[in-house]
T-cell receptor, first 111, second 116 residues
Framework: GQSLEQPSEVTAVEGAIVQINCTYQ??????LSWYQQHDGGAPTFLSY????GLEETGRFSSFLSRSDSYGYLLLQELQMKDSASYFC????????????FGSGTRLLVRP | EAGVTQFPSHSVIEKGQTVTLRCDPI?????LYWYRRVMGKEIKFLLH????????ESGMPNNRFLAERTGGTYSTLKVQPAELEDSGVYFC??????????????FGPGTRLTVL
């Protein structure tokens, strides 16, 4: 089975950079995804790492190291609207498309 | 293009009652998933439909939960009878049928279920 660990809460100031880590124990997976969820809203896809390395999408970047069982989401130039919960997720290597999620990190951006 | 929609957005019921949640996936998406987030914990998989067939229902907690997807379009998730521990946010997601390993899932806003 899979388990993904994330910090429960992170606080940062507007304009800063924040890194949200995700460590995992897995027997095999296709890649690491990141989702953002605002309170009361739908989880929204942010990024996906199939291979080791850094993927950049605007202010957001995501990193994966399979050898270290570790990934992170990097948010730059933080804005107040970035306050939300962030989830890492993996898809198991089997016939199912189900996502296994981490417990989520609540990011609070302060002025 | 409309996203995934769910109804109702909130439901408050008493223990022992029945509740039915509905999900309308993005048009053309063969894959439909149900997930649940309980008490601020991780989002947990419940089951996966491919069109009208249940592909994986390994996450269904017990036989009080029944999911259907007649005709391969919208899906319903019925909880009968509801228990206190069923409270949480139920998310539906859908995706297209990609042959490769990546399969982005589009989530609905969820139904917040409170069992009293």
């Amino acid at each position: 089975g899979q388990s993904l660990e994330q910090p429960s809460e992170v606080t940062a100031v507007e304009g800063a950079i924040v890194q949200i880590n995700c460590t995992y124990q897995t027997s095999g997976f296709y890649g690491l995804s990141w989702y953002q969820q605002h309170d009361g809203g739908a989880p929204t896809f942010l990024s996906y790492n199939a291979l080791d390395g850094l993927e950049e999408t605007g202010r957001f970047s995501s990193f994966l190291s399979r050898s270290d069982s570790y990934g992170y989401l990097l948010l730059q130039e933080l804005q107040m609207k970035d306050s939300a919960s962030y989830f890492c997720a993996v898809r198991e290597v089997d016939s199912s498309y189900k996502l296994i999620f981490g417990s989520g990190t609540r990011l609070l951006v302060r002025p | 293009e409309a996203g995934v929609t769910q109804f109702p957005s909130h439901s408050v019921i008493e223990k022992g009652q029945t509740v039915t949640l509905r999900c309308d996936p993005i048009s053309g998406h063969d894959n439909l998933y149900w997930y649940r987030r309980v008490m601020g914990k991780e989002i947990k998989f419940l089951l996966h439909f491919v069109k009208e067939s249940k592909q994986d229902e390994s996450g269904m907690p017990n036989n009080r939960f029944l999911a259907e997807r007649t005709g391969g379009t919208y899906s319903t998730l019925k909880v009968q009878p509801a228990e206190l521990e069923d409270s949480g946010v139920y998310f539906c997601a859908s995706s297209q049928d990609y042959a490769d390993s990546y399969n982005e899932q589009f989530f609905g806003p969820g139904t917040r279920l409170t069992v009293l």
